[in-house]
């Protein structure tokens, strides 16, 4: 049961143009949502973060969207660079257990020059 | 440096060879987790710790052991693996507080 989706296995954009990567949840109880960046040979680094009392939060050229009604989360790269070419997870934690994290099963961006 | 460092970083073995990878932080975490990572299925938590001797399941812990007698070290031990444990391994560290992890670069296990 994947609690936690990402339906694009991989997603190819041009430099300069908006990079959005998706992910969609389906328990309810999740009240905390991360996004981390792997580049090939590298353990995930932390993106940015989110908490289900907001809606959107942005650090610099990354912004998440939060929508809980519909149970999913947005990823906004603007403008998007070559360095961006990664793989992108979202994560989401549930408020009945902080220890664990469920992770998507990723996302393939590739910036194009 | 604040880092996770996991030992080997690769490894292949032979099934039912008893092996461990070690982990260690050095940002006095409480929190620490192993993750296996594979093709189309993400991150998958093994297990985790939320301190010393604190230890719990996570999604896929069978054929797994963790122990945790110090803060900084959460090694993984597989008492016989077998070929369904070829994976990329990954351990990470956080605070009490805080959800960003910190992940180790891998290991590579390939169990033939």
């Known amino acids: 049961d994947q609690q936690v989706k990402q339906n694009s296995p991989s997603l190819s954009v041009q430099e300069g143009r908006i990079s959005i990567l998706n992910c969609d949840y389906t328990?309810?109880?999740?009240?905390?949502f991360l996004w981390y960046k792997k580049y090939p040979a590298e353990g995930p680094t932390f993106l940015i973060s989110i908490s289900s009392i907001k809606d959107k939060n942005e650090d610099g050229r990354f912004t998440v969207f939060l929508n809980k009604s519909a149970k999913h989360l947005s990823l906004h790269i603007v403008p998007s660079q070559p360095g961006d070419s990664a793989v992108y997870f979202c994560?989401?934690?549930?408020?009945?257990?902080?220890?664990?994290?469920?992770f998507g099963q990723g996302t393939t961006l590739q910036v194009k020059p | 440096e604040a880092q996770v460092t996991q030992n080997p970083r690769y490894l292949i073995t032979v099934t039912g060879k008893k092996l461990t990878v070690t982990c260690s932080q050095n940002?006095?975490?409480?929190?620490m987790s192993w993750y296996r990572q594979d093709p189309g299925l993400g991150l998958r938590q093994i297990y985790y710790?939320?301190?010393?001797?604190?230890?719990d399941k996570g999604d896929v812990p069978e054929g797994y052991k963790v122990s945790r007698k110090e803060k900084r070290n959460f090694p993984l031990i597989l008492e016989s693996p077998s070929p369904n444990q070829t994976s990329l391994y990954f351990c990470?560290?956080?605070?009490?507080?805080?959800?960003?992890?910190?992940f180790g670069p891998g290991t590579r296990l390939t169990v033939t």
């Open positions: 990470a560290s956080r605070k009490d507080s805080s959800y960003e992890q910190y």
């Open positions: 994560a989401a934690r549930s408020v009945r257990n902080t220890g664990k994290l469920i």
């Open positions: 328990n309810s109880m999740f009240d905390y």
């Open positions: 710790s939320m301190n010393v001797e604190v230890t």
């Open positions: 940002m006095n975490h409480e929190y």
